[in-house]
């Protein structure tokens, strides 16, 4: 940690040097605030959304459709946090005449949450209320194997809660 205007900071966790807008696979973990369980339950080792988690996997799908270089894979909802795997393919995103900005990581995550935010908000009447922690985990995979033992953690996520190390 270092000091800046008196106060503590957290150094980056990013891949120094990293373009987080370039071709890849990334696994991405986003928590509620304080971990706060309110995106639904696990039953029976399976994810039972609620309102704001249905809320949530429809900003998520929805994603690609603002973002054309953007690819969503393995997917969950768990009570307080989620699990997705984004994939950049710039080589989709049409150029035409004009030129095209690609977007990254953080666009995404960030619409995510600015997304889901707003629509928890407005079915809970609850204006301005902060869902999300501010930070997220990224990681970059790098190959075929990794690719699909993240998958199969994704999909068994659920089944696994009672030992999660996010559970609050």
Known sequence: MTLYRN?????TTRLLNWDYTSDGRYF???CTKKREPFLGKIEKGAMILNECGRIVEQCWFDLENHYHNLKLDAFVIMPNHIHGIMIIDNSIVETGFKPVSTH???EFVR???????RRMNEFENTPGKTRWQMR???HIIR??????RIQQYI????ATWENDSLKS
């Open 7 to 11: 106060k503590y900071r957290v150094e």
């Open 136 to 138: 997220f985990y990224d």
């Open 155 to 158: 999909r068994n996520n659920p």
């Open 111 to 117: 619409a995510l949450k600015t997304f889901s935010s």
């Open 28 to 30: 991405i973990t986003i």
């Open 143 to 148: 190959d075929e194997l990794e690719f699909i």
């Open 104 to 106: 990254g990581i953080f």
